[in-house]
């Protein structure tokens, strides 16, 4: 049995080119007496932002170079006064640059780590794993839990196309599909306008002038990165994989004036059925969606069949939007098969795919997609109309 005191308790990988054609590994390291003694100003270092608070960090964050992943770590491992343990690790960040080298050599050392799980997050992320991975956070007590945080509550807007690990080396060895992650950045801090406001009461922890947030999806032609999603774009891929659970859809009232309706998305399913017909490729993407009615800025009558049936039609249309804007960026900027489509049509027409398999991303942005929304809306409230002022 490990006393905790003796392990370094790795909780976000990061990983990125350095000189001479080497390989830098961060380490994030949490401090569990930190932790427990109620840090919460999580006062960060240059990276994230420069702020002072009165509490020490809950963590420390390590970094070596090697010629290889697991060069740097075994030199992280002589450094390290304790015993570098990654059982809990809860992320992998890759930068943006190390992924489009390429990620297969990389990822051999993590299925070869027992301790490192399958089910670990895998992230692309724009930026220094040095800034990343210090951005300071008024909650979370460390930038790892930041992401994790935000990824367990993916299912509020369906818009983080977050891939595990396993998930991710899956893709990359099935036919007729590619993978795909999320992507996190630091972004501006809102309640921060300007460095000048920058300031608060004595003995309270600064705000931080970055938040880490999760924006779009990063999309790869085998192991190699080749662009990106934008959140829209990423919805779109979602619905197509069948994987949005919830989320809110806005769509304009009825009468055309300019006001908005926001739809609680209840629950998704999505069915893909591929044909070949004349030596094309057809590919039908059948989507069914349940919401409620969330709110409404505007004169809507919902004790009207009609409006509602209008509604439902309104929510197809955003639907359907958003999953052409994905399809438009994959098939024609990019080429490359996030969705899956041939895996359908492996599973399908095994005997032709022999031939297909061969020159599918050419295919691939040929596929012509025939879109099918179904959508219902269940509840509108308690209220039928919207107050109206006298």
Do not use: C
Not at 51 to 67: H, Q, V
Not at 256 to 281: A, F
Not at 296 to 319: F, H, S, Y
């Amino acid at each position: 049995m490990r006393e905790v005191e003796r392990l370094g308790i790795i909780m976000a990988i990061g990983l990125e080119p350095a000189p001479q054609n080497k390989i830098r590994v961060t380490l994030q390291n949490v401090i569990p007496s930190a932790m427990t003694g109620g840090g919460s100003g999580g006062g960060g270092g240059g990276g994230g932002g420069g702020t002072a608070g009165i509490a020490a960090k809950p963590y420390r964050n390590l970094s070596a170079e090697g010629d290889t992943v697991f060069e740097a770590l075994r030199k992280l491992s002589r450094e390290s006064p304790r015993q570098l343990f990654f059982a809990h690790n809860q992320v992998i960040i890759l930068s943006e640059e190390l992924a489009r080298e390429g990620l297969e050599e990389i990822i051999d050392i993590f299925e070869r780590n027992p301790q490192i799980r399958r089910t670990t997050w895998m992230l692309v992320g724009r930026g220094e794993m040095a800034h990343l991975l210090d951005v300071p956070g008024r909650i979370e007590s460390s930038p790892s839990q930041r992401i994790f945080g935000i990824i367990n509550e993916r299912d509020l807007t369906s818009q983080y196309a977050v891939q595990s690990l396993g998930d991710f080396i899956e893709q990359m060895e099935i036919e007729g599909t590619q993978p795909y992650t999320a992507v996190v950045e630091a972004v501006p801090n809102q309640a921060v306008p300007t460095e000048t406001q920058h300031s608060t009461a004595e003995g309270q922890a600064m705000e931080p002038r970055h938040n880490l947030e999760l924006n779009g999806t990063a999309v790869f032609r085998l192991d190699k990165l080749a662009g990106f999603l934008n959140l829209k774009e990423s919805r779109g891929l979602l619905w197509v994989r069948g994987k949005v659970n919830g989320g809110v859809i806005e769509v304009p009232t009825p009468d055309e004036s300019g006001k908005l309706v926001s739809l609680e998305i209840l629950r998704s399913k999505t069915k893909l059925q591929p044909e070949i017909r004349d030596g094309r490729i057809l590919m039908t993407v059948d989507v069914e969606v349940e919401s409620n009615l969330g709110e409404t800025t505007g004169p809507v009558d919902l004790t009207k069949p009609e409006v509602i049936n209008k509604l439902e039609a309104l929510q197809a249309d955003a639907v359907r939007d958003e999953i052409e804007s994905a399809l438009a960026k994959a098939q024609q900027e990019y080429g490359v098969d996030v969705f899956g489509f041939g895996e359908t049509v492996h599973r399908k027409y095994p005997r032709e795919w022999k031939e297909m398999k061969k020159k599918w991303p050419e295919l691939f942005s040929g596929v012509q997609v025939e879109m099918m929304v179904d959508t219902k809306i269940r509840r509108t409230g308690l209220v039928s109309n919207p107050v109206e002022s006298k």
